[in-house]
């Protein structure tokens, strides 16, 4: 199954979803959540909440919260298998020792606090980064990776909020 379907699938039933960016911009592909998140913005469904996490995304926890979410995506680099940009849709369950980030708080732990805070469906998208050392900017391989999963994403959303009569609005 594609990233497309299994997100799709993850999305069924959803009325509110808040996407987290997680990522540290000074580890240059590590910063990847962030920059998908910004890639999404202007592009979702109102019932979207976009947050730009940091490194530090348990930081933005009560935002999370007071959003109501049905559903809670963060987005990671992730030492999944694979090539450099490819992406994998995860539960957070399957994050227990697998490398995820630069982050303090591990990711399970966090959609745990998640779950329990606001009852809603967690998932991380993680992207297998080339390059997380010193430095700013990102892997020419993670540039295009964002720009195919905004895009995908973008579609995945906007069918699934149309279904429910709540799609992106129209100028």
Known sequence: MGIRSELARWLSGARKLVIMGVGNPMRRDDALGLELVRALRGRVPDQVVLLECGPVPENFLGHAIRAGPTHVLMVDAALIGGKPGQARL??????????????????????????????????????????????????????????????????????????????????
């Open 90 to 171: 995860i539960g957070p369950e399957e994050a227990k020792g697998m490398t995820i980030s630069t982050h303090k708080l591990p990711p399970r732990l966090l959609a745990d606090l998640i779950r329990r805070s606001t009852r809603a469906k967690v998932a991380i998208l993680a992207v297998r980064p080339a390059d997380v050392g010193l430095g700013e900017g990102l892997s020419p391989e993670v540039q295009e990776a964002i720009a195919r999963l905004a895009d995908l994403i973008s579609e995945v959303l906007e069918d699934v909020f149309s279904r429910s009569g709540r799609g992106v609005p129209r100028a």
